[in-house]
């Protein structure tokens, strides 16, 4: 083994080992990074490598955190979650909880439906998993429990509605994505549409189940009323404003008023107003809102920071083209190929976030996958059909690793606004049953690419 | 004898892209085998080890060796550095060739560089022919139809536009699909029509004028720390400098090759109208260019650059009135 | 994941906190001012033309502010993730012991690298007076680029905060 090798898969191990013991995961990721670059130099005075890292290129990292703060598009990730944080003191977000509680109250798990179905409407409002998940669970994790909902249900149901958000349109990810493969954003919006819906749906008819096998876990509110008039106008006043909202933002989109980054702020002030309407807008209560988002966006933005010295250094070491060499090496068929590759994605996704794999690995594979030679219909009107496809695999595939243990990270985030009773075992626990019915929904995709392609086909044929 | 040399190079557009970043990937495949091995060269995808925009002062602080990217992604700190990809109204490719190698091109180009402290032996490595001028949702007539318009443009160009009344804004790439889908913006120009199809710009906007007044040809540099320069042998320089020129000859053709096939899809199956500027919005153009010109001109080395290059074309002129047949017949 | 600081008192150690604390939440008005930026550009689209450029970059440098003065006011907190799962079974000594060595061997070094190159990095902008790459941008691009050293030793400052209060609490067997 050459010593490139030896270092990039200590760099993972140690990566992994130093995880667990508590120090915050974006020092440990951007600590490695700058240990092994030393290791290296070492390495290079020592041992006869020519890997070329020093003190000075390792300096590139100050302009790769520089291109993190131009970056326009990820201006939203601090309004989306101001915003979640505003809807939750407005109190509209606890009526609105209250009101579809009273509407499903007679289903089992209506509760957690609700939250699939809110997190599928805020899923196309943020496009950012750290926002969606945060603006879910402030929103829902309280009156779940309140109402005695197992933990393990709760944060189940939040993590994966929440994680929806990174596929359905507008998504930030898929923008980054088409930009790396040079794919047109609007297949990849319009090919996630029907992805996003299948997950959902899954969602859906799991927790329906649920609620008849094991009705325990998802108790029924205490005081059920029966479905008059009267709530249905009750429910509707509730929703109003909050879905007035939704709509500000979606509907500041679609009508060409802003893109989908300027709809945050429309959001967040959309927000801002409905905590006014409400009376529950004081001073305190904005000054609140504005700590918090600055304390999230912070401890989110230190994983971004982290990661891009791990992954330069990764990349130094000659970590792409390991990986590269590693695949088309491969003695499977084409569909072995792919699923290899998922495989690895879904690995990496442990450790690194979408913006680094969607950097590293996709550009790295496209390649690969086109000369695969697969044939997907592109109904004569996308231009790649086998890349959109593929890449709304990988997309369901990250969002999958985001769930899944021991790091995920939706998962953080939803530890970082969990009540305290709440632990990181209790979030692992519950999502495995969703990790489940994400691997269907892949396996779906799989088999029907129409799922994917058919779609963007149909809005953008002649 | 030198040792053999590794150029890490980051580039500015992805070596996917055709013309954009295709010629880089084509000299980094020529090289060890002209050179016997002894060039090599390492391409980084963009953003991968280094942001486009950061490629200069990487290069400079030899925290890369080299990098391939445009002279333009420099104009916020040397404004000159915009003469050296394109300007509006410029030369078109051949011209744009003889003032680089036989007027003062190159040498100026360099001076650029060294005068503003920059450690870099800059190479012209690519050069490609016009982009077109935009993808319009609404038919332009006239100066009219501009004043108030939303489109995304960049750098000079987008100065002239914003004189004529138009809102520019200087959206990534990513984001232009969306906001041109959802009316953000009604227009957007990007780069030729091989490219700007990839991005998908005639799903939603049906209306592509020509001609791209405002980047005639455009230039791409290779840029290689000096320290490395001066290090390698007389035959390693000369291996880059001529696979470079091959390159930009290589380029030319390539972009000249693959806009046709772009243009008869997007009319014959995307319902794509292709316009001609009429002589009048040429005129407008040219005009307020001129008064953007005027600001630029501002800076020393900018003018310096700016009348160097238009005493040779005055020359040229005399050439190329007379030599060619106009390109409409 | 509120900003109180609920470890038993250290004195230094508490003063440098509060002190970021304080100062985080002046700075967390960037945010406040990023809503008016963003509504301000969506309503000037519609019409006006002049400056549109400088409010989209304004955006970004307000945002850039907020994150990574942000997560200096994170680490003051002691809000950054954590994977727990061990964490929460080591003792107290442990958990001072592996906070004091990822300090000294993962994070100042790391941070160390970004501040010498971060100050190189805000020095040549400022040499070249460097402005936006849109003539109609905003200018002095060495202001917003000298928040990456600013961030940096703060961030560092932090650290010593940090690190006194572990060795203390060590001591003190707390
Ligand atoms: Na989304
Ligand atoms: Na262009």
Known sequence: MEINEILILSMFASFILLLF?????????????????????????????????????????????????DNWILVALPMFIFMGNMLDKSGAAENLMKSFQELFGRVKG???????????????????????????????????LDQGYDKKVAVGTVASAGTLGILIPPSIMLVIMADQLALSVGDLFMGAVFPGLVLGALYIVYILGWGVLKPTSMPLAENIQPVTLGLWIRVLKSVLPTLLMIVAVLGSIFTGM??????????????????????????????????NTFNVSGYIFAIFIGATMFALVLRELGGDEYIESFLTGLPF????????????????????????????????????????????????????????????????????????????????????????????????KGVIPFIVLQLLGLTLLLLFPALVNWFPAMVYSP | ??????????????????????????????????????????VYEPGKLVAPLEILDAVSSGKVNSGYSIAGYWAGKMPAAAIFSTIPFGPEAPEFMAWLYYGNGMKLYQKMYDDAGYNVHVEACALISPETSGWFKKPVNSIDDLKGLNMRFYGLGGEVMQK?????????????????????????????????????????????????WHQQATVFELLINKDTWNKMSDSQRAVVSTTCKASVSNSVAESEFIQFDAMKKNVEERGVVMHTWPQDMMAAFKGAWEQVLVDQKKDATFAAVYDDLQQFRDNYKVWSTRAFITRSE | MNSEVTQSPVAIADLIDRGLIKLGHVVSWV??????????????????????????????????????????????????????????????????????????????????VIFYHGVEFVAESFRMSERSLAPAGLPLRWLIKSVIPLFTSLLILACFSRLYREIVLLKRGE
């Not at chain 2, 500015?12 to 495949?29: E, M, N, Q, R």
């Not at chain 3, 006011?73 to 954590?82: E, F, I, K, T």
């Open chain 1, 333 to 428: 068929g084409p569909y072995g190929i792919i699923l290899f590759i998922l495989g690895i994605i879904f690995l990496l996704g442990f450790v690194l976030d979408w913006i680094e794999i969607t950097l590293i690995i996709l550009p790295l594979v496209a390649p690969v996958i086109n000369a695969l030679e697969l044939s997907i219909n592109g109904y004569g009107v996308l231009d790649n059909p086998e890349l959109v496809w593929f890449v709304m695999l990988v997309a369901v595939t990250l969002q999958t690793s985001f769930l899944t243990p021991p790091v995920g990270f939706a998962l953080f985030y939803l530890k970082g606004v969990c009540p305290p009773g709440v632990t990181l075992g209790t979030i692992y």
């Open chain 2, 1 to 42: 004898q030198a040792k053999p040399v590794l150029l890490k190079t980051p580039i500015a557009f992805g070596s996917h892209l055709p013309a954009l970043g295709t010629p880089i990937k084509w000299v980094s495949d020529q090289l060890p085998l002209v050179s016997g091995g002894d060039v090599k060269m390492k």
């Open chain 2, 164 to 212: 004529l009344g138009v809102s520019t804004s200087l959206l990534p790439g990513g984001e232009i699909f969306g906001a041109l889908e959802k009316g953000a913006i009604d227009a957007t120009e990007f780069s030729q029509p091989a490219i700007d199809q990839k991005l998908g710009f005639y799903k939603v906007a049906k209306h592509n004028y020509f001609p791209g």
């Open chain 3, 31 to 112: 945010y406040a001012i990023l809503i008016v930026v963003i509504i301000t550009q969506v309503i000037l689209r519609r019409g006006f033309s002049s400056g549109l450029i400088a409010i989209e970059e304004m955006q970004w440098h307000l945002y850039a502010i907020g994150v990574l003065i942000g997560i200096v006011y994170a680490q003051a907190c002691n809000a950054h993730v954590r994977v727990d799962v061990l964490h929460s079974h080591f003792s107290k000594k442990w958990q001072h012991i592996v906070e004091i060595l990822g300090i000294c061997i993962l994070l100042l070094p790391f941070l160390f």
């Open chain 1, 110 to 144: 209506g509760l957690a439906i609700t939250v699939v179905l809110i997190g599928i409407i805020l899923a196309a409002s943020t496009g950012i998993i750290g926002a969606s998940v945060v603006l879910l669970a402030v929103m829902s994790l309280p009156s779940m």
């Open chain 1, 21 to 69: 013991t508590g120090f915050p995961v974006a020092w440990v990721l951007g600590g490695v990074g700058t240990v092994f670059a030393g290791i290296a130099y070492l390495c290079d005075i020592h041992l006869d490598t020519i890997i070329g890292i020093d003190f000075n290129s390792i300096g590139i990292v100050v302009s790769r955190i520089y291109k993190i703060m």
């Open chain 1, 258 to 291: 802003a893109t989908p980054t300027e709809a945050s702020a429309v959001g967040a002030l959309a927000a801002v107003l409905l905590a006014w309407y409400n009376g529950k807008l004081s001073f305190p209560v904005f000054k609140d809102c504005l700590h």
